[in-house]
């Protein structure tokens, strides 16, 4: 009885159930799931937004919010958002941004490095030839090719997901006007006429 309630009080409360994921370093994910009327994401990322700054003051840093997502309530499916964010300050953030852009440079540096072992050793040119330098150039060419090719394929996929979302969004919003018509919408009166043979009786309703 008491685990009915309980239930009955999740489902009914119209309030959305947070939670905070650890994802390595600084970073943390909050999950929030919506409540039984929420057809919109719009109270889960609200809910999910005041977790984290409970969770950060806890941390004695601010909040830095980084993607937000939200996805509308479906069939069997409750609305639910996720929202990145790190819990740090402005200068935290710099030297982040810092160590971020150091560690790119140092990539870069071991990429020529790789380039270079490559045009000596499997292609035999001699540092200072042209060969040489036009070996290294179309390396680092196609290094960079490849790697915008990955952005580019991780962009479409974010873009894929966006218009997936939109369109449970509006599939839920078509659901939710076609509910609230069907009650509002005026019931056709009933009429029931009954005649009587004897002692059987016959009713038609029209």
């Given at each position: 009885?008491?685990?009915?309630?309980?239930?009955?009080?999740?489902?009914?409360?119209?309030?959305?159930?947070?939670?905070?994921?650890?994802?390595?370093?600084?970073?943390?994910?909050?999950?929030?799931?919506?409540?039984?009327?929420?057809?919109?994401?719009?109270?889960?990322?609200?809910?999910?937004?005041?977790?984290?700054?409970?969770?950060?003051?806890?941390?004695?840093?601010?909040?830095?919010?980084?993607?937000?997502?939200?996805?509308?309530?479906?069939?069997?499916?409750?609305?639910?958002?996720?929202?990145?964010?790190q819990c740090a300050s402005s200068e935290d953030l710099a030297r982040?941004?810092?160590?971020?852009?150091?560690?790119?440079?140092?990539?870069?540096?071991?990429?020529?490095?790789?380039?270079?072992?490559?045009?000596?050793?499997?292609?035999?040119?001699?540092?200072?030839?042209?060969?040489?330098?036009?070996?290294?150039?179309?390396?680092?060419?196609?290094?960079?090719?490849?790697?915008?090719?990955?952005?580019?394929?991780?962009?479409?996929?974010?873009?894929?997901?966006?218009q997936l979302v939109q369109q449970r969004k509006a599939a839920s919003?078509?659901?939710?006007?076609?509910?609230?018509?069907?009650?509002?919408?005026?019931?056709?009166?009933?009429?029931?006429?009954?005649?009587?043979?004897?002692?059987?009786?016959?009713?038609?309703?029209?």
């Amino acid at each position: 009885m008491k685990l009915a309630a309980v239930v009955g009080m999740l489902l009914f409360s119209g309030h959305a159930l947070a939670g905070i994921l650890p994802q390595g370093g600084s970073a943390y994910k909050c999950q929030t799931t919506g409540g039984f009327f929420d057809f919109s994401p719009d109270n889960a990322i609200a809910s999910c937004k005041k977790e984290i700054d409970e969770f950060c003051k806890t941390k004695n840093a601010p909040p830095i919010v980084g993607k937000v997502k939200g996805e509308p309530s479906g069939y069997g499916v409750y609305a639910r958002a996720e929202i990145d964010f790190q819990c740090a300050s402005s200068e935290d953030l710099a030297r982040q941004q810092k160590s971020l852009a150091d560690a790119q440079s140092q990539q870069i540096k071991l990429d020529v490095e790789a380039s270079k072992k490559t045009c000596q050793e499997d292609f035999g040119f001699a540092q200072g030839t042209t060969e040489f330098g036009n070996c290294l150039l179309e390396l680092q060419k196609q290094i960079f090719a490849n790697r915008r090719a990955e952005n580019d394929r991780a962009t479409q996929n974010e873009i894929s997901e966006a218009q997936l979302v939109q369109q449970r969004k509006a599939a839920s919003e078509r659901a939710t006007t076609g509910a609230i018509q069907s009650l509002i919408a005026p019931r056709p009166s009933t009429s029931i006429n009954c005649t009587t043979f004897g002692s059987t009786t016959n009713c038609t309703s029209r």
